[in-house]
């Protein structure tokens, strides 16, 4: 099974990373054909059309994120709405390629505010491309850190288990 992790905050410091990061190096302990695609890297190009062409971090991306069964998607808030960096990157998918894939989501705000509506929004993007999405979305506030790294044992737990409960279905619509 090919799995993508994707970090969906464009900030070159962003906490999503982190999170995402840390969801990366545990799928990669079950599953090494694992690829991580950081937003933060700033390597994804502005989608400009069909007909430009695109640098090469941007055509691995989406053909990372088509060729993958389980996406594993890491999103912060942003003005009540998930990252706009994930938006334009779903621009470069072809929704053809991608039907009964399954994806698992971590959602990162500042504080308890708008989780579900952005889950809602992330699921209806995953709808259109016909992918399955596990309906247990993990939401995380950036209390979780200190020092730059996950210091909340409870939150890694909820990664972990979102990512074990993701592949499982993924799994099992493989049969």
């Given at each position: ?8 905050s464009?900030?070159?410091t962003?906490?999503?990373q982190i999170?995402?990061?840390y969801?990366?190096e545990?799928t ?16 994804i ?15 691995n ?5 088509m ?9 912060p808030i ?5 990252s ?6 779903f621009?470069?998918?072809?929704y053809k390629?991608?039907e009964?894939?399954?994806?698992g ?6 504080g308890?505010?708008g989780?579900v ?11 259109y491309?016909?992918v ?24 890694k ?7 074990d ?11």
């Amino acid at each position: 099974m090919k799995i993508v992790v994707i970090s969906a905050s464009p900030r070159k410091t962003a906490n999503t990373q982190i999170i995402m990061k840390y969801v990366n190096e545990y799928t990669k302990s079950k599953n090494p054909d694992t690829k991580f695609i950081n937003l933060s890297d700033g390597e994804i190009e502005c989608y400009r059309g069909f007909d430009v062409e695109y640098n090469e971090a941007t055509k691995n991306a989406a053909k990372d994120i088509m060729e993958a069964d389980v996406w594993l998607i890491g999103s912060p808030i942003y003005n009540s709405f998930f990252s706009s960096a994930l938006k334009n990157l779903f621009e470069y998918v072809d929704y053809k390629k991608t039907e009964g894939k399954v994806a698992g989501m971590a959602i990162l705000a500042a504080g308890n505010i708008g989780f579900v509506d952005v889950q809602t929004v992330i699921t209806q993007l995953l709808s259109y491309f016909r992918v399955i999405t596990n309906p247990k979305a993990v939401y995380l506030t950036t209390e979780i850190f200190t020092d730059n790294q996950i210091s909340n044992e409870d939150a890694k737990n909820r990664l972990k288990e979102m990512v074990d409960e993701t592949l499982q279905l993924a799994s099992k619509l493989k049969k």
